[in-house]
């Protein structure tokens, strides 16, 4: 008992990060409006975890992340949600809405509020000083001052990008201008002293939005993974690829903006075996569903091999060594995906020159219509040279796994 009281007073521990003046009056004028959310195990009725919340009405609706809650909202017979305010009461919280695309929540205690936090009606300029509440490694409620530098650049999901300290246990919480108005939404840190925020544009559509929606919260998560794919493969889908050389073979260059693509080669390396150049493209911003589960990710590579020492034999053994390598670009586990299928096919002809392709796909269990992808392909029509093509797709439909199997393999000219 002794050690829970100290855990709930240390929660509310006021600390200020910097000695700034204006962010002490901001932490002093809104602390009755931030609270602790910790998510339950019911079982043990242990913390399973823990993150930071804050009001933002009178009737009790409470802002978060979506991931300080995701464990109670897949699987609510197993945990409940708590929260512990600023004079350490402790009461329950039930889930109103989730944004699992943004990775926000909004949840509710019974009662009415006194005191909450309004949301500004505008985004800060560039440089702007902002300052970000939380409660990082539940050590206690700070305030962290720091700039607002706009979104993250060639990202399909928004982010602001800010200069300053966004830690574990911080997720959730407000980031306030200094009208002391919520401008944005802890969710994750890229570690010294850079931090990234979801943007005040969805938080107000889920705020405008938490009380109409009505459904199932898997229902609710599953229409809004399949909307986002949607928008996601329609932009990807619409683009012209460039083409580059690598090697003798033409593959894509740019997808999308968003993807990041660089290229590696071994070739100022000395006593290689075989000539190897790769040229990878990645959407690195997976949207988090629960623990050892995320989605939305594109992973593609190519990679060039050459040689002028090797047997074919032996050519070829590393060929498919190289082959074999493929696996899923997101993390997931057997809960919530089925095992991958798959199919596996040996093209041979004059164009095409033995194309050795296997194609794999697994379900999600929980959300209807979506599923992960790999697939694979071993262009080996010479002796000496070998093109390998590969891509993983999480969280796609049917119809834009099949129109990208198209658009892929028709993009690429192979010698």
Excluded at 20 to 40: C, N, R
Excluded at 117 to 143: A, C, F, H, K
Excluded at 146 to 169: A, D, M, Q, W
Aim: charged residues 20%; glycine residues 8%.
């Amino acid at each position: 008992m002794r050690r829970l009281i100290l855990g709930i007073l240390l929660s509310f521990t006021t600390v200020i990060a910097v000695g700034d003046e204006d962010a002490s009056e901001l932490f002093k004028t809104h602390k009755q409006s931030l609270y602790q959310i910790k998510v339950l195990d019911i079982s043990s009725d242990t913390k399973s975890s823990y993150g930071t919340g804050f009001a933002i009405s009178a009737d009790g609706l409470i802002a978060t992340n979506y991931h300080v809650i995701s464990q109670k909202a897949l699987s609510p017979d197993d945990y409940k949600l708590q929260y512990v305010n600023n004079m350490g009461d402790v009461g329950s919280l039930s889930i109103i809405s989730v944004d699992v695309v943004n990775d926000l929540a909004i949840v509710k205690l019974e009662g009415e509020l006194e005191h909450f936090i309004e949301l500004s009606d505008n985004n800060p300029n560039q440089g702007d000083t902002i300052y970000s509440l939380g409660n990082p490694r539940d050590l206690g409620m700070i305030v962290s001052p720091g700039t607002y530098n706009g979104l993250k650049e060639h990202s399909f999901y928004p982010r602001i990008h800010f200069t300053g300290s966004v830690n574990p246990g911080m997720s959730g919480g407000p980031v306030l201008n200094e009208s002391g108005k919520v401008v944005g939404v802890n969710v994750a840190t890229g570690g010294n002293a850079l931090g990234f925020l979801v943007p005040l544009k969805p938080l107000s559509h889920l705020v405008d939005s938490a009380t109409n929606d009505h459904s199932p919260i898997n229902e609710m998560i599953t229409a809004q993974l399949t909307d986002n794919q949607s928008r996601l493969y329609n932009l990807i889908l619409n683009e012209d690829w460039p083409s580059l050389s690598l090697g003798d073979a033409q593959v894509p260059s740019k997808f999308a903006d968003f993807l990041s693509c660089w290229g590696k080669s071994n070739k100022s390396t000395k006593d290689t075996i075989y000539l190897s150049t790769k040229f990878n493209c990645y959407l690195n911003d997976n949207i988090y569903i629960e623990n050892k589960f995320q989605t939305g990710s594109i992973e593609i590579q190519f990679h060039w091999m050459q040689t002028d020492t090797l047997s074919p034999r032996h050519f070829y053994n590393q060929v498919r060594r190289n082959f074999q390598n493929a696996r899923p670009g997101n993390r997931a586990n057997a809960n919530q995906v089925n095992n991958f299928k798959c199919e596996q096919a040996r093209v041979e002809g004059a164009q095409d020159k033995n194309i050795e392709t296997v194609y794999c796909v697994r379900s999600y269990k929980k959300f209807k219509g979506l599923y992960d992808v790999i697939y694979n392909a071993a262009h080996i029509g010479h002796n000496d040279r070998a093109l390998i093509s590969h891509y993983t797709l999480s969280g796609v439909n049917q119809n834009n796994a099949d129109l990208f199997l198209r658009q892929f393999t028709e993009s690429i000219l192979w010698p």
